[in-house]
């Protein structure tokens, strides 16, 4: 059972940066193996997908957030990050993180993050 940990949300200003981790506990023994991702939910909005990268280290990004966003990972420490730049308003959402590993999944708790004047 992996348990992955959001943290790092909060609230931004239009135009700020914000850096998310998600740090996997419990018993993993191939962190590096599992592809990874952040989604994010809005009120009334289905959960999407913001961005992922693989076991290879491939990322991919949600048109909405291209050029803004960066996606990493750090094996040795089993956490992935992603960093938040150039905010919007849109932007404002619970932020995710999943793992994933053959046919296995899994969900954090998710992180708020609010952009508003």
């Known amino acids: 059972q992996v348990h992955p940990v959001e943290s790092g949300g909060g609230l931004v200003q239009p135009g700020g940066s914000l850096r998310l981790s998600c740090a996997a506990s419990g018993k993993i023994f191939s962190f590096y193996l599992m592809d990874l991702g952040w989604y994010r939910q809005a009120p009334g909005k289905q959960r999407e997908l913001v961005a992922a990268i693989t076991s290879g280290g491939s990322t991919n990004y949600a048109d909405s957030v291209k050029g803004r966003f960066s996606i990493s990972r750090d094996n040795a420490e089993n956490t992935m990050y992603l960093q938040m730049n150039s905010l919007k308003p849109e932007d404002t959402a619970v932020y995710y993180c999943?793992?994933?590993?053959?046919?296995?999944?899994?969900w954090g708790q998710g992180t708020q993050v609010t952009v508003s004047s």
């Open positions: 999943n793992t994933r590993i053959g046919s296995l999944q899994f």
